[in-house]
């Protein structure tokens, strides 16, 4: 899982209760991203961030906030305004943002589940 | 909008023979499409990726992949299978805002 570390890998909360997933990386990466996984549905992606102090909403972004106050920390706060946040949750990092150029490595993932 | 699609949910296939793992896509402009490996409760790994070039890519533990555009697929083959080789396995392609956009996922699973 190459420098990324997830914690914890099993994560239960109670409803309504918010809940903060740590990801750490030590690859010296700039770009950082959370992406959420549910059976049949694929990975989708929940925020990135290229570079320290910044950070981007990907395409299911309501019910989470994240933070990149340094570059080998992003933490994913999941709301209690998330509707559905039982799912496996993956961070990964890239030297870069350009896809083509940049291959993503991601951790070893976070199981929430919410009771 | 781009997108692929992973026609089948699950692949078994015995040790020893030739498996594909199949990859539609749908892009607006150069297809940039990607193969990806995930184990029980891991995250994934990168195994190949097309840009542009030829037309087969080999990758990570011995697979490869054929694009093929009058098809738009990009499948997923290794020439003989081994049990470690069961996975769940996830073809992407690269949207227009440089993001990945990632299939369902088709499970392989490779018989003894």
């Known amino acids: 899982d190459g420098g990324i570390t997830q914690s914890p890998k099993y994560l239960f909360r109670k409803e309504g209760q918010n809940v903060t997933l740590s990801c750490e990386q030590n690859l010296n990466h700039d770009a950082m991203y959370w992406y959420r996984q549910d059976p049949g549905q694929g990975l989708r992606l929940i925020y990135y961030?290229?570079?320290?102090?910044?950070?981007q909403k990907g395409d299911i972004a309501e019910g989470y906030s994240v933070s990149r106050e340094k570059k080998e920390s992003f933490p994913l706060t999941v709301t209690s305004a998330q509707k559905n946040p039982t799912a496996f949750y993956l961070c990964?990092?890239?030297?870069?943002?350009?896809?083509?150029?940049?291959?993503?490595?991601f951790g070893p993932g976070t199981r929430l589940t919410v009771l | 909008a781009q997108s692929v699609a992973q026609p089948e949910d699950q692949v078994n296939v015995a040790e020893g023979n030739p498996l594909t793992v199949k990859c539609t896509y749908s892009?607006?402009?150069?297809?940039?499409l990607f193969w990806y490996v995930q184990y029980p409760n891991r995250g994934l790994q990168f195994l190949l990726k097309y840009i542009t070039g030829d037309n087969l890519v080999k990758g990570s533990y011995g697979f490869e992949a054929e694009f093929n555009k009058s098809q738009t697929s990009f499948h997923l083959k290794k020439p003989s299978a081994l049990v470690s080789d069961s996975a769940l396995y996830f073809c992407?392609?690269?949207?227009?805002?440089?993001?990945?956009?990632f299939g369902t996922g088709t499970r392989l699973q490779v018989f003894p």
């Open positions: 892009v607006s402009g150069n297809p940039y």
């Open positions: 961030s290229q570079i320290v102090n910044d950070f």
């Open positions: 990964a990092s890239s030297l870069g943002l350009a896809i083509i150029l940049n291959e993503q490595f």
């Open positions: 992407a392609v690269r949207d227009d805002t440089d993001k990945l956009i």
